[in-house]
C-alpha cells in the first residue's frame, strides 16, 4: 500500500510517496526525506518542545526541549511529565531537567537560561 506523507524535517516540506510494504520512498529532493519516510511508517518520532513551571525568576515558565525525537506516541505522557516540574531559578540553557524521560534514552532540557529575579 503507498502512503501520502509531507516530510517535516525542514521548511521545504515534500510531499513523499511511501511503499508501505517494500519502504521505497519518491518524492523527496533529499536523502534525509529518504530515512524520514519508512521511520514514519515504521515508529513516528518528532522532536518536543514545552515550558514548565519555575520560580524565583523573571518569567513563570521557561521553555524546554528533548535532546533528540521521542517516539510520538509517548509525546502526551512526556508533556505531562514536563508540568510536574516544579523548578527553581537560576537555570542553565542546556541543563538536563529530566533525564531519559519515560526510558526513551532522550533528556529534557532547558532551551535558555533564567537566573534569579532580584527584587
Ligand atoms: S525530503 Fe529533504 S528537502 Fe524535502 S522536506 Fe525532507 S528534508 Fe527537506
Given at each position: 500500500?503507498?502512503?501520502?506523507?509531507?516530510?517535516?524535517?525542514?521548511?521545504?516540506?515534500?510531499?513523499?510517496?511511501?511503499?508501505?510494504?517494500?519502504?521505497?520512498?519518491?518524492?523527496?529532493a533529499?536523502?534525509?526525506?529518504?530515512?524520514?519516510?519508512?521511520?514514519?511508517?515504521?515508529?513516528?518520532?518528532?522532536?518536543?518542545?514545552?515550558?514548565?513551571?519555575?520560580?524565583?525568576?523573571?518569567?513563570?515558565?521557561?521553555?524546554v526541549?528533548?535532546?533528540?525525537?521521542?517516539?510520538?506516541?509517548?509525546?502526551?505522557?512526556?508533556?505531562?511529565?514536563?508540568?510536574?516540574?516544579?523548578?527553581?531559578?537560576?537555570?542553565?540553557?542546556?541543563?538536563?531537567l529530566?533525564?531519559?524521560?519515560?526510558?526513551?534514552?532522550?533528556?529534557?532540557?532547558?532551551?535558555?537560561?533564567?537566573?534569579?529575579?532580584?527584587?
Amino acid at each position: 500500500m503507498k502512503k501520502n506523507l509531507v516530510c517535516v524535517l525542514c521548511p521545504r516540506g515534500c510531499r513523499i510517496i511511501v511503499d508501505s510494504e517494500s519502504l521505497e520512498v519518491i518524492g523527496n529532493a533529499c536523502s534525509r526525506g529518504a530515512q524520514f519516510g519508512p521511520q514514519e511508517i515504521i515508529s513516528p518520532q518528532r522532536m518536543l518542545t514545552s515550558t514548565a513551571s519555575i520560580k524565583g525568576a523573571l518569567h513563570k515558565k521557561i521553555p524546554v526541549r528533548t535532546t533528540s525525537a521521542i517516539p510520538f506516541d509517548q509525546t502526551f505522557q512526556c508533556i505531562q511529565e514536563i508540568q510536574k516540574l516544579q523548578l527553581t531559578a537560576p537555570i542553565e540553557v542546556g541543563q538536563v531537567l529530566i533525564p531519559n524521560i519515560l526510558g526513551t534514552g532522550v533528556d529534557i532540557i532547558a532551551s535558555r537560561s533564567l537566573c534569579i529575579n532580584l527584587p
